[in-house]
């Protein structure tokens, strides 16, 4: 008897699928990450970071045409930061930290403008909103991870940030050079920190996401 061309289609697929599943096994489960692996991939989104504000500082103060690419930039890394976390919070808590991290730079940007400007009112009005979405940042990152950040540090750790990039701003304008270095240097160690805490408090929270 002939076998239809129906008939012949099923068997090679299933002959196909038998194959593929002697050959892979079972679905594989998701692979695990390593822990220098993604503790170096948080210091490096965190360094550009501070990298890309620190362009942006010193371009926006000189009125120099790069900084509108600068700053796409630096508002892609809080996007960058946001999805690094998305693996164990989930898409939406991502999301919600990105949108917390944009306006942190967008308000820092009103900051630095104000100051360059010399309009002392509309450089506290956003220092004092800067600092109230610092801690709203710190209030989120401790919600998600209470164990490992608490909100004490959590709060600190952004206050610190803030006060250190804010020495950076000042040195800068007042062409303080040595003071400018300086205080990048401080920035930059104080935000390994920051980094190393967050890593290992996802690492301590999900182990069973990491391999050594």
Do not use: C
């Amino acid at each position: 008897m002939r076998t239809s061309p129906l008939r012949s289609s099923l068997r090679l697929a299933l002959a196909v699928l038998i194959v593929a599943l002697a050959t892979t096994g079972p679905v594989a489960a998701k692979e695990k990450m390593s822990r220098h692996g993604f503790a170096a991939d948080m210091r490096k989104l965190w360094e550009d970071h501070i990298t890309w504000t620190r362009l942006f500082i010193v371009e926006a103060t000189a009125g120099l045409p790069s900084k509108d690419a600068t700053t796409a930039r630096l508002l892609q890394n809080q996007t960058d930061l946001g999805d690094a976390i998305k693996p164990f919070y989930g898409d939406a808590a991502g999301s919600k930290l990105t949108a917390l991290l944009r306006d942190h730079i967008l308000i820092a940007a009103d900051l630095v403008g104000a100051a360059a400007a010399g309009d002392t009112a509309k450089q506290n009005a956003a220092n004092q909103r800067w600092v109230a979405n610092a801690d709203e940042i710190a209030a989120f990152l401790s919600g998600a991870n209470p164990k490992h950040w608490p909100a004490a540090d959590a709060k600190k750790m952004m206050r610190d940030h803030l006060d250190l990039t804010t020495k950076e701003v000042v040195a800068h304008l007042g062409k303080d050079w040595k003071a400018d270095v300086a205080a990048y240097d401080a920035v930059h160690a104080q935000i390994l920190h920051m980094a190393d805490m967050l890593s290992s408090g996802i690492e301590a929270q999900f182990p069973d996401q990491f391999r050594e």
